[in-house]
């Protein structure tokens, strides 16, 4: 019983993190509402389910990364009082790391919906 007590706090703590990142972080914001975006033209294009596990791999992989970036942010805010480079550098490889996912999404994105959206267009 004391294991599942362990358990369910630690999701209750991941969720936590999840809506801490989502009210706080205006980018998390900005990816939720693209994502939702992409999901209604998914259904509306009726994408097959590859491609739909293909979206939603690629939004996921945003929302980790955004989120592991607000966590690196914390953590070099709270270890450092004033600049220093490696603190920014530390925030910039983990923005990086968010941009990345990004452009990647972009080209799952541009693989996905190019050829239905062309079909609806012609």
């Known amino acids: 019983m004391k294991q599942m007590n ?24 900005i990816h939720i ?12 294009l009726q994408i097959s389910w590859s ?6 791999f690629s939004i996921f992989l945003v929302f980790i990364l955004e989120m592991v970036n607000t966590a690196i942010e914390a953590t070099v805010d709270l270890v450092t009082g004033e600049f220093h480079p490696l603190a920014k550098t530390a925030k910039d490889v983990a923005a990086g790391a968010v941009l990345l996912a990004a452009i990647l999404a972009v080209i799952v994105g ?13």
């Not at 509402?33 to 259904?43: E, I, K, Q």
């Not at 491609?51 to 939603?56: A, E, G, N, S, T």
């Not at 541009?110 to 012609?122: D, K, S, T």
């Open 51 to 56: 491609d739909v596990l293909l979206v939603f």
């Open 33 to 44: 509402g693209a994502a939702l975006l992409v999901l209604f033209m998914g259904w509306l």
């Open 110 to 122: 541009f693989y996905v919906f190019l050829e239905p959206l062309l079909v609806l267009l012609n």
């Open 6 to 29: 362990r358990l369910i706090r630690s999701f209750g703590h991941a969720i936590e993190g999840i809506v801490y990142t989502v009210k706080t972080q205006r980018n998390m914001q």
